[in-house]
């Protein structure tokens, strides 16, 4: 099967990459932009593989791209090239609807195009599988239950916004054309290979270095957590058994509070680090961002019917995260000297 992933060189595609990879079935086409959040490095092991290449290119370059599918005639395409970062998306929301609104409605048109030229076979074969999040249901503060696929969007922030839009997008090449499309929402995502600026890797490098470990607000914020092996796993089974024009919720029912998760890392740390300090004494809490949302989750039970299944548990994942972290200094160290930091974290 010839796939192109869009956003190859990122956190959840490269991991994606990697697991493809290691079914020889798979001929693999990463196109990736390459911006702040991409690292190749993360993709070293594929270098040599004969079933992987490598095309720089940004999703919103509709020519390059329509090019880039009549030159590689792939089977399916999965789309993970997104600006991904709420607290980005309001420091500046431009980049967010132009890459996740924009960006995605240029390979949705590239690929009817390729789409509509394919002989019948191809044709039912194909499928555009657009992976998005479970931060476009919104804020379940208020609501017992996990979202499930069937339920209403309701987005907080410019990055949901333009998530769901994009979401919406992909519905509609899917009714009014007939396009053979999918969408996926996901969880929180954690790993290895995940850029410093999001949360887990944020806790564990702060720690490590004994700086602050900025908690916003007073860190009672829920997210359900899945650990980016189960959720690439979950990309590809619904890639294989999943049903035209549906959604699939991927989602590992580990809701954990921020605060909770930030002292689990320091539990773990203090077992294998040795310091004068425990860690969790470097948490300090930081003014909350705007609109920050209290609860996510989602309902997963769809795609078990597919037969998925989360392999690991929070605190396995958390564990292998914070070793990985551990023994791959020169991949962050890299990023750390970049000055990636955020204009608004400052303390209560």
């Known amino acids: 099967m010839r796939l192109i992933v869009t956003g190859g060189a990122g956190f959840i595609g490269s991991n994606l990459i990697k697991f493809l990879l290691e079914n020889k079935k798979f001929k693999i086409l990463n196109y990736d932009a390459l911006k702040y959040s991409a690292n190749l490095n993360s993709l070293n092991f594929a270098k040599k593989n004969k079933n992987y290449s490598f095309y720089k290119g940004n999703i919103c370059d509709y020519k390059k791209f329509l090019k880039l599918i009549n030159t590689f005639k792939p089977d399916s395409i999965i789309n993970l090239a997104a600006e991904s970062h709420v607290d980005r998306s309001i420091d500046d929301p ?17 690929s009817l195009v390729y789409w509509k030229k ?24 208020n609501n017992k ?3 499930k696929e069937i339920d209403p969007y309701y987005p907080s922030s410019p990055y949901a916004a333009s998530k769901a839009s994009s979401d919406h997008l992909v519905m509609a090449w899917n009714k009014t054309f ?31 270095s004994k700086k602050k470990i900025p908690i916003y607000g007073n860190g009672e914020q829920i997210r359900d957590w899945i650990y980016v092996e189960d959720h690439v796993k979950g990309i590809i089974k619904v890639l294989l058994k999943g049903k ?44 909350d961002r705007p609109g920050h949302d209290r609860r996510y989750a ?6 078990k019917k597919l037969g998925w299944r989360p392999k690991n548990s929070f605190k396995n994942g ?16 890299e990023i750390i000297k970049k000055k990636y930091k955020l204009k608004r974290i400052g303390k209560i």
């Open 94 to 110: 431009a980049p967010f609807l132009q890459t996740n609104i924009f960006g995605t409605y240029l390979l949705l048109k590239a």
């Open 118 to 141: 394919l002989n019948l076979k191809k044709k039912k074969l194909f499928k555009f599988l657009h992976v998005s999040t479970d931060e476009v249901y919104g804020d379940l503060f």
């Open 145 to 147: 239950k996990s979202a």
């Open 178 to 208: 007939n396009f053979p499309s999918i969408i996926t929402n996901c969880s929180n995502n954690y790993g290895p290979n995940q850029h410093p600026e999001k949360f887990i890797p944020h806790v564990i490098l702060s720690a490590l």
């Open 244 to 287: 035209i024009g549906e959604t699939y919720n991927i989602g590992a029912f580990n809701q954990k509070k921020n605060l909770e998760v930030a002292r689990e890392i320091c539990k773990i740390l203090d077992k294998i680090k040795k310091n004068k300090k425990k860690y969790s004494s470097y948490i300090q809490f930081v003014y």
């Open 298 to 303: 989602i309902n997963s039970n769809k795609i």
């Open 318 to 333: 958390l564990f292998k995260t914070v070793f990985w972290y551990l023994n791959n200094k020169n991949w962050w160290d």
